[in-house]
């Protein structure tokens, strides 16, 4: 298998990013192919249990919640979400992936991971502090009618986060292949100058904003019921979660403002990583709970859902504005990058 994969020498794709493409690709790692063929592993008891219940199975679920045709839709949804990520493990090893235009390739696993991430962190954490607690049999509670067998939580949660180790090593292993050079960049490659010092302002700015809904969540995490559903949580797992939806984004944000302040010859590899987890997570959780709160299922049935959404948007709009900053300065940087070496190159062969 691996053989096959290296058989097929690649030409500098025409994208944007064709300057940072090596002429023939690397071979592939055995180590990235087992970690996306284990990541695409990983998506099938989800996806199984989300294809019955669509389907009209009631395996781990009691009553008809999942018949209500708004509860159809999100399974179909997550589903469609979940092997969305089969594809993406897919496309990281095979010869067609290489080829993907980087913002199409990009963009879906930036949102993966921020997904994916505070689960990942998150989930062994909560599990950890309650069996310290002598509760590890406690999860999540719903109403009888509509409860969800514990078996479920097991099996969904596990495989987010089998998914979210394989895809961070299988894109950080694919990402070092195709775009090495910003692996290589330095605090002082990134751009400067009068459209940066705009930048820079707006960075500031939302990383300032974004400390508001970092407040609310630890604000929960502490016990505050204001604004906050009754998502029928154990204490545990809300003291976790709840500080892990705060610290990570606010990781990505300090991340930001070092990225936009910092010139000197420190790597730039940590701080643009901690940033691509930060602003994903700021982005991808507050635009599920936007979603969440919009939708009338029987989950949430009762509940008050208007605090989530509130604090959704906030962070699905500081995430996104980070982002966008993220991915220009990374850009610019790059091409900058690139233009030396050509000249370089260039003065070289005249000399």
């Not at 199975?57 to 092997?83: R, W, Y």
């Not at 420190?266 to 602003?279: N, V």
């Not at 009338?296 to 605090?307: A, Q, W």
Request: net charge positive; aromatic share 10%.
């Amino acid at each position: 298998m691996t053989k096959e994969l290296n058989s097929h020498p690649m030409k500098p794709s025409a994208g944007p990013d064709a300057d940072f493409v090596t002429e023939q690709a690397p071979p592939i790692s055995r180590l990235r192919v087992i970690a996306c063929y284990g990541t695409i592993a990983a998506t099938f008891p989800y996806l199984a249990l989300k294809l019955a219940w669509a389907a009209g199975s009631h395996i781990g679920v009691k009553g008809d919640a999942m018949e209500n045709p708004t509860m159809v839709g999100a399974n179909l949804a997550t589903l469609g979400m979940d092997a969305a990520a089969a594809t993406l493990a897919l496309a990281l090893i095979r010869p067609w992936g290489r080829r993907i235009p980087a913002w199409l390739l990009v963009f879906p696993l930036w949102v993966a991971t921020g997904f994916i991430g505070p689960i990942l962190i998150g989930a062994p954490l909560s599990g950890l502090v309650a069996a310290m607690t002598g509760t590890a049999g406690g999860e999540p509670r719903h109403d009888p009618a509509d409860d969800i067998a514990g078996w479920v939580f097991g099996i969904v949660y596990t495989g987010f986060i089998l998914q979210g180790i394989g895809l961070a090593i299988g894109f950080f292993l694919y990402a070092r292949s195709r775009w090495a050079p910003a692996f290589r960049l330095q605090l002082w490659d990134l751009p400067t100058g009068p459209t940066f010092a705009v930048q820079k302002i707006t960075i500031t700015g939302v990383a300032a904003f974004s400390l508001l809904p970092a407040g609310i969540h630890l604000y929960w995490a502490a016990g505050g019921t204001r604004l906050r559903p009754d998502l029928d949580q154990t204490w545990q797992v809300r003291l976790v979660m709840e500080d892990v939806f705060a610290l990570l984004p606010l990781t990505g944000t300090v991340a930001m403002l070092i990225l936009a302040g910092s010139r000197d010859a420190r790597p730039a590899r940590t701080t643009l990583a901690a940033a691509w987890l930060g602003t994903g997570a700021l982005f991808s959780w507050g635009f599920w709970w936007m979603v969440c709160a919009s939708l009338k299922v029987p989950l949430s049935e009762g509940k008050d859902m208007r605090g989530l959404g509130l604090v959704g948007g906030m962070m699905t709009l500081a995430g996104a504005v980070l982002a966008s900053g993220l991915a220009q300065t990374v850009a610019t940087a790059l091409a900058k990058r690139a233009q030396t070496s050509r000249t370089e190159m260039a003065t070289a062969e005249s000399s």
